[in-house]
């Protein structure tokens, strides 16, 4: 037993030993404010604002469409045969529906465009950053932009040096 506890402390203090001796360099950036002065992010936002505006100018359309419809419809309601009220009522309520999934596949379309668009920024400051760390000999690299890291001891901000990297 006492030979057990003995080799236990030994294991211990070798791995500590070996984790005291290892030089560990911690940088941060914040990845928010680098996205913010990437290059090609002002265009990517341009398109994306873009097709924004155009999907919403359709969608409007089709808005003003039902509420014209429908307002004709109440005007001559009562004048309407029953049959077709609940035609033109199955009508309104598919051009409503119509508009809804416009709508929704609208919001997919643009978040999809946008990580299309984004993507190819996104690698190169990761790429940067990388190539950064590995040159300047960080072992580790934290986002200080998204709030993830709780706690760290000072650390170097590696901005200036992506920013060189990049060419900002």
Aim: hydrophobic residues 35%.
């Amino acid at each position: 037993m006492k030979k057990i506890f003995l080799v236990l402390i030994v294991a211990l203090i070798s791995c500590s030993t070996v984790m005291a001796q290892k030089n560990i360099k911690l940088g941060h950036i914040n990845s928010t404010e680098l996205m913010q002065i990437m290059p090609g992010r002002d265009s990517a936002q341009t398109i994306l604002q873009n097709e924004a505006t155009e999907l919403e100018n359709t969608l409007k359309s089709m808005s003003t469409e039902l509420q014209t419809r429908y307002n004709d419809y109440m005007a001559k309601q009562e004048s309407m045969s029953e049959l077709i009220k609940q035609t033109k009522m199955r009508e309104l309520q598919d051009m409503q529906d119509r508009a809804q999934e416009f709508q929704k596949n609208a919001q997919q379309q643009l978040q999809e465009r946008e990580s299309e668009l984004l993507k190819p920024i996104i690698d190169r400051a990761r790429k940067a950053i990388e190539e950064v760390a590995k040159e300047n000999g960080y072992t580790y690299v934290f986002d200080s932009g998204v709030g993830t890291l709780l706690y760290s001891q000072e650390s170097d901000d590696i901005m200036p040096l992506v920013k060189k990297k990049l060419g900002i």
